[in-house]
């Protein structure tokens, strides 16, 4: 059953994706493109990867996708304001969508089946009781250091953009 959701799950990423690299319409591809995040994430969640699908929701599904969609709205684009893309952009995507498929299949040259069967998989690999029990004790020091570095950053900001009175 775990299976069966795992490729239909995987099939509407894949499927969202595609539509979002050929969709005419640009409010239609960031809202397939918001599909394809949510999948990417119950894709994570049911490789036992839970931290993984909880930021790739908030992160990339709700902030910058929100974002991208307000863009669009805010820039109100039209079919006129649109230029005519030259032969050279489109022989250039073509090449780079050639290279990029001749790497793929390179990467797949040497793939073995046997990778895929794990004899005893551990289920408590990627859960985020594992993971605070990492930052909180062994990597303590460099999360502390990541957040006096955010809150430099936050003050500087601050600076920055308070206005002289």
Same mark, same amino acid.
């Given at each position: 059953m775990e299976q069966i959701i795992f490729f239909l799950v995987a099939f509407l990423a894949v499927s969202s994706a595609v539509y979002f690299v050929f969709a005419r319409n640009a409010m239609y591809a960031i809202l397939s493109l918001i599909v394809t995040m949510f999948s990417i994430a119950g894709l994570y969640i049911l490789l036992n990867a839970q931290f993984l699908g909880i930021v790739q929701i908030i992160v990339y599904a709700g902030a910058i996708m929100v974002l991208f969609l307000y863009i669009?709205?805010?820039? +109100?684009?039209?079919?006129?304001?649109?230029?005519?893309?030259?032969?050279?952009?489109?022989?250039?995507?073509?090449?780079? !969508?050639?290279?990029?498929?001749?790497?793929? &299949? !390179?990467?797949?040259?040497? %793939?073995?089946?046997?990778?895929?069967?794990?004899?005893?998989?551990?289920?408590?690999?990627? &859960?985020?009781? +594992?993971?605070?029990?990492?930052? %909180?004790?062994?990597?303590?020091?460099?999360?502390?250091?990541?957040?006096?570095?955010?809150?430099?950053?936050?003050?500087?900001?601050?600076?920055?953009?308070?206005?002289?009175?």
């Open positions: 669009l709205m805010m820039l +109100n684009l039209n079919k006129e304001d649109e230029g005519v893309k030259s032969n050279y952009l489109k022989f250039a995507g073509i090449f780079a !969508g050639g290279l990029l498929l001749v790497g793929v &299949l !390179g990467a797949f040259k040497g %793939f073995q089946e046997d990778l895929i069967s794990v004899p005893n998989p551990d289920s408590s690999i990627g &859960l985020t009781k +594992n993971l605070g029990y990492l930052l %909180f004790n062994e990597y303590v020091l460099p999360f502390e250091l990541a957040s006096i570095l955010i809150l430099a950053g936050i003050v500087g900001a601050v600076l920055i953009g308070k206005r002289d009175l």
